[in-house]
């Protein structure tokens, strides 16, 4: 089954439905950020601490990875950086061409997979913006490789994913409220559930093909590319498992 293409079909009709990963920045926020007044969030709540960010971006060259749907790029133009957005949806690039267009910002847009950055020269980004996305890729690792890769020294990458602790449950009976332990980690929608539950679960509701990578790859994965880990917060999740602790995780990891 390729996931890639379903999830990049199954992301063209999120637009449709303005999901929440999906809904553009106002023109409010563009000219508030043109004012140095702006926030980004990588995970649905929480806002990323303004000490993770160099202290200016104007001119910096940012890579948006996986970031498409007109929400973090075009507040990192609004305040001077020099932006480049990378996510494998056509129409979450066109979000973000709507709010570059509407709001007179240059933003570059690219198509392609988060794993693979070969477009992109080495050391050619001083900073990288990565929100809650790397779920949607089986394999976790080539993108923090890649992302090093194309960092230049001293730049930083900042990421929001999902604690894979959520994956341990049986989904139906997590929607129903109930907490079933059912599968390990790592955890596929490909291997982890049958093909009937897959249809029924996952594609009949719209949903993308997941991945629950551990947190060793998640982590451990950031700093066996080279990285040191510089920051950390926890954010809810967006599932019933919010009621009981945080479903969501950042860090700030730096290439030194």
């Known amino acids: 089954m390729d996931f890639v293409k379903i999830n990049e079909e199954v992301w063209d009709q999120k637009v449709e439905e303005k999901y929440i990963w999906s809904r553009v920045v106002s023109s409010e926020r563009v000219e508030k950020a043109k004012k140095g007044e702006w926030s980004i969030v990588l995970t649905p709540r929480k806002p990323v601490p303004k000490n993770w960010f160099p202290e200016n971006l104007a001119g910096k060259k ?12 075009p507040i990192m133009s609004a305040i001077g950086g020099d ?13 973000d061409r709507f709010v570059a267009d509407r ?53 930083i990458l900042i990421s929001g994913f999902g604690n894979p602790v959520e994956y341990i449950f049986d989904l139906k009976s997590m929607t129903e409220g109930n907490f079933v332990v059912r599968h390990k980690l790592p955890y596929s929608d490909l ?7 897959l249809q029924e679960l996952v594609l009949d509701e719209g949903e993308g093909i997941c991945f629950a990578h551990t947190l060793e790859d998640q982590i451990q994965g950031q700093i066996g590319a080279g990285f040191v880990i510089a920051g950390f917060y926890e954010d809810i999740g967006g599932s019933a498992l919010d009621q009981y602790m945080n479903g969501s995780i950042a860090t700030k990891a730096i290439k030194l």
């Open 191 to 197: 291997t982890s559930i049958s093909s009937e539950e």
């Open 62 to 73: 940012i890579l948006c990875l996986a970031s498409g749907g007109g929400q973090q790029g």
């Open 103 to 155: 709001d007179g910002l240059e933003i570059r847009t690219v198509k392609g997979d988060m794993r693979d950055l070969s477009m992109f020269e080495d050391e050619s980004f001083d900073f990288i913006v990565h929100p809650w996305s790397n779920g949607y890729v089986d394999n976790v690792l080539p993108v923090w490789k890649e992302a090093y890769r194309v960092l230049k020294k001293g730049g």
């Open 83 to 95: 932006v480049t957005v990378l996510d494998n949806c056509d129409s979450q690039l066109a979000q």
